[in-house]
């Protein structure tokens, strides 16, 4: 009777505290230049070293500048340090470092799965909420503190009370043109941005079951926004050609013994859940939200709901019932730990090919991982977005949030790949629209938001 998430509890939990929390075993600890100086600078203040360095990991992502050529540089007044001081810290733990110029260098929730350092039946935590990204696989990923990091590194363990159960099925087929990202979106629009708090989300259903590895990872990376503690998805045949023949996953005989213990990692016919949400998958359209909240999203077709909130409204400079489909931007941002991957950037690609960016728009877009980067050149995409007018960049976090120093303007209005539409995120005052990177691409070449096919 029991749940996927309940057998990688189980098999991970090392004893329970008298207050109900379980002390969990942590298999992979990853971290970022924002925030690793500080967890590993207090673990060496306190005479502690860290339990198994092979089980850690440092990504530059977060604040790297992401402009060609860029160096060891950042755009965040004062960041350099943070960068430098992570690097040597990491390196005296003798913690493998993604670093600036790495060919390996990316977004950690990129750069994990395609190395195969997350797999199935593990536990992997970092300082960053979009972990829940690595559930994709069958692992039970989730974000952390820097001092609940520090524990981790030191010990191996954390102390967490565990979530309740929630499983989110899919069921149907998608239309064409609708991506995981719509899913998504659609979810949170009618469960409402804390539909998932509480929970550990366990995604499934025929459209589920239909994704690549790449659009699953975009499923589960949005789960934070619907405030779930971590999301995972069953591993099946998708999962094992994926992982197979990546740097960190087994070989040879391991690896056939890995397949066999990954069977069993599903969830039992008769296993409970505490909470069930079933979405018809035929009914979902491209969305795009409209306010400050990804809950406050809508069909690309349909207008600002009559009740929305004054506040979101007045920032986003909106009216009740007016249409977000032909709204002018000023920006189109193609990239981040949620739709940067190269099957992502091959759709924009094949959207903007031929054609040219609307005067006006600044557009823009970063892989998710150096090694997408490498990829998609060596097909040709960079020469498609540069033809195109688009900046082609090196891979990082980059404008995905404001933290790292680049920003879009004051009142600009912009459409963004990413995973969140918060005020102020993408730069202060920016007035931010998430869709999929299709849409995206659509509405840079529009120079207003629209659906794919509806651009110049």
């Known amino acids: ?35 690793g100086a500080a967890a590993l600078g207090s673990l060496k203040a306190a005479g502690r070293g860290v339990w198994d360095a092979r089980r850690a990991f440092v990504a530059m992502d977060h604040i790297v500048d992401t402009r060609p050529g860029r160096g ?8 350099q340090a943070f960068i430098t001081e992570t690097r040597a810290a990491a390196r005296a733990a003798g913690i493998h470092v993604f670093d600036v110029t790495d060919p390996d260098q990316g977004i950690m929730h990129v750069v994990s799965p395609e190395l195969g350092i997350v797999l199935p039946g593990l536990t992997l935590v970092a300082p960053d909420s ?9 692992a039970l990923a989730w974000g952390i503190g820097s001092t609940e990091a520090e524990h981790a590194l030191a010990t191996s363990t954390l102390r967490v009370k565990k979530p309740k159960s929630m499983r989110v099925r899919f069921e149907g087929q998608l239309r064409a043109g609708v991506t995981p990202k719509d899913m998504a979106l659609a979810l949170i629009a009618e469960h409402g941005s804390a539909g998932g708090q509480g929970y550990a989300i366990e995604f499934a259903g025929e459209a589920v079951r239909a994704l690549d590895m790449e659009g ?53 016919g008769d296993a409970v859940f505490d909470r069930e949400i079933v979405m018809d998958a035929g009914g979902i359209r491209p969305m795009v939200s409209w306010g400050t909240s990804p809950s406050q999203s809508l069909p690309l077709g349909e207008a600002v709901p009559l009740g929305a909130p004054a506040k979101a409204l007045a920032y986003m400079g909106l009216e009740p019932g007016q249409a977000v489909a032909g709204l002018a931007i000023d920006g189109a941002f193609i990239g981040s730990c949620t739709n940067a991957r190269l099957s992502d950037l091959r759709r924009a690609a094949a959207i903007v090919r031929g054609r040219r960016v609307a005067d006006g ?13 490498r990829a998609a050149e060596a097909e040709g995409l960079d020469r498609t977005f540069l033809d195109a007018g688009f900046e082609w960049r090196e891979s990082g976090c980059s404008m995905c949030f404001y933290a790292g120093g680049e920003s879009f303007g004051p009142g600009e209005r912009v459409i963004s790949s990413t995973n969140r539409n918060f005020e102020s995120r993408q730069g202060k005052g920016t007035r931010t629209h998430i869709a999929s990177p299709e849409v995206v691409a659509a509405s840079a070449l529009a120079g207003v938001i629209a659906a794919p096919g509806e651009a110049a």
């Open 1 to 35: 009777m029991a749940s996927l998430f309940d057998k990688l509890w189980a098999a991970h939990e090392v004893a329970q505290t008298e207050g109900g929390a379980s002390i969990i075993h942590i298999d992979r600890v990853f971290l970022h230049e924002r925030t």
């Open 216 to 268: 699953r990872m975009t499923l589960c990376n949005m789960a934070t926004e619907f405030a779930a503690f971590s999301a995972v998805i069953a591993p099946d045949a998708v999962t094992l050609g994926w992982l197979k023949g990546r740097r960190y996953a087994p070989k040879g005989a391991d690896w056939d013994a890995a397949v066999t213990a990954w069977g069993a990692l599903v969830s039992d």
């Open 72 to 79: 060891d540089a950042t755009l965040m007044p004062g960041g």
């Open 361 to 373: 728009v600044r557009a823009i877009v970063v892989p998710g991982s150096s090694a997408v980067k």
């Open 130 to 138: 979009h972990t829940c990204t690595q559930g994709a696989v069958g």
